[in-house]
């Protein structure tokens, strides 16, 4: 009778926590997990299925911008600061409505290539003169209409003057 070969694995290494591990251990192990994620990611991206992530503090602080510390020290402002003191729902729908909108621009800017911010800072330009003259425009009508009250008021006085 012929004697029948087997093939033998290699054994695994027993599994041990993660506490006991070295620091080269530790390193080497969220290496190959974080190699292992990516690899599955690649492969369900190109079957266009898209994997949630594991825990779900990763998915809620990847919906805040990375860097909360900016936008933090914008909202720090008055019009921020007494957020939650008695508001009515208008109020507090509006305050949100600002945050929200405060944040999708930041957003879109820093989305934006430069040469796109430098053509909305054109257009910001431009909108900021033809404002500028509007409000001159006015000031100067103030002024006609001040002054023309003001004869107003010395004509009427005059004709107070002679009814008397």
């Given at each position: 009778?012929?004697?029948i070969?087997?093939?033998w694995?290699?054994?695994r290494?027993?599994?041990r926590?993660?506490?006991?591990?070295?620091?080269g251990?530790r390193h080497?192990?969220?290496?190959k997990e974080?190699?292992?994620?990516?690899?599955?990611?690649?492969?369900?991206?190109?079957k266009?299925?898209?994997?949630?992530p594991y825990?779900?503090t990763q998915?809620?602080?990847?919906?805040?911008?990375?860097?909360?510390?900016?936008?933090?020290?914008?909202?720090k402002?008055e019009?921020?600061?007494?957020f939650?003191?008695?508001?009515?729902?208008?109020d507090?729908?509006n305050m949100?409505?600002?945050?929200d909108y405060?944040?999708?621009?930041?957003?879109?800017?820093?989305q934006?290539?430069?040469?796109m911010?430098?053509?909305?800072y054109?257009?910001m330009?431009?909108?900021?003169?033809?404002l500028?003259?509007k409000?001159?425009?006015?000031?100067?009508?103030?002024e006609v209409n001040?002054k023309?009250?003001?004869?107003?008021?010395t004509?009427?006085a005059?004709?107070e003057e002679?009814?008397?």
């Open positions: 009778m012929s004697k070969s087997k093939n694995r290699g054994r290494e027993v599994y926590p993660y506490y006991q591990l070295t620091e251990e080497r192990r969220e290496e974080r190699m292992r994620v990516v690899k599955l990611r690649e492969r369900m991206r190109a266009g299925r898209i994997i949630a825990n779900t998915f809620i602080m990847a919906d805040h911008p990375e860097d909360t510390l900016e936008l933090s020290s914008i909202f402002t019009k921020y600061h007494d939650y003191s008695s508001q009515t729902d208008e507090f729908m949100e409505f600002k945050k405060d944040i999708q621009q930041m957003n879109r800017l820093e934006m290539s430069k040469e911010l430098l053509n909305e054109v257009l330009e431009k909108k900021n003169e033809t500028e003259s409000l001159e425009d006015v000031k100067v009508l103030e001040k023309r009250g003001d004869d107003l008021h004509g009427k005059l004709f002679d009814l008397s």
